[in-house]
């Protein structure tokens, strides 16, 4: 019995260069390494992609960081806007994330003239000294300490007034001091400041 008449311009086939399936084994080893191929380009296509997704998120949470601490050390509207957003999202929980923007309030309820500003930041306070009292406290220091050295230099009022933001840090003492016990008044719920000793 004879197999298939082979064509003149092509060289004999030799069994081991066949399939049992018909198909040259060359073919098919070069078939399956396209596809490794295509299957490896594929993957480092996710991994790339996944990659840039995540480093695309981390770098906008960073700049709505930055937009945060910019807001509360900005003119009124937006330090108003920057405490009604921290009162809305809370505060971040990474903690040096958290920490500059605790430093960010307590340097805006010194600074900001603003009685309504100043109030939503004592707001924001009063909401987050339970969960991060100690930041708060610490943050506090800071800011007391740097008021203390520069009182140190002898500095004349037109030189560097103090008088304001001593007044306001004295503020957010009692603020972070502070302790509220629920009463009702006319039928409605309120607080009551009680500034601890």
Known sequence: MTRFAEHPSQPPARAADTHPGGFAAGKVGEGRAVETAKLVVSILAVVLALASFVV??????????????????????????????????????QRK????????????????????????????????????????????????ETFTSMSAYGFTPEELDLRRGTKYLNVVKKVLDASFETETEEGMTGHRLQVGG
Do not use: W
Request: some cysteine; hydrophobic content about 40%; glycine content about 6%.
């Open 56 to 93: 695309a998120q981390h770098s906008a949470a960073k700049a709505r960081r930055a937009e945060d601490v910019r807001n509360l050390l900005g003119d009124k509207e937006t330090v108003a806007f920057g405490a009604l957003k921290v009162l809305r999202d809370g505060l971040p929980p």
């Open 97 to 144: 994330s958290r920490e500059l923007l605790i430093g960010a309030i307590l340097q805006a309820c010194i600074f900001e003239r603003s009685d309504r500003a100043r109030a939503l930041l004592y707001r924001v306070m009063e909401r987050e000294r339970v969960r991060y009292g100690s930041e708060f406290r610490a943050a506090y220091q800071r800011v007391e």
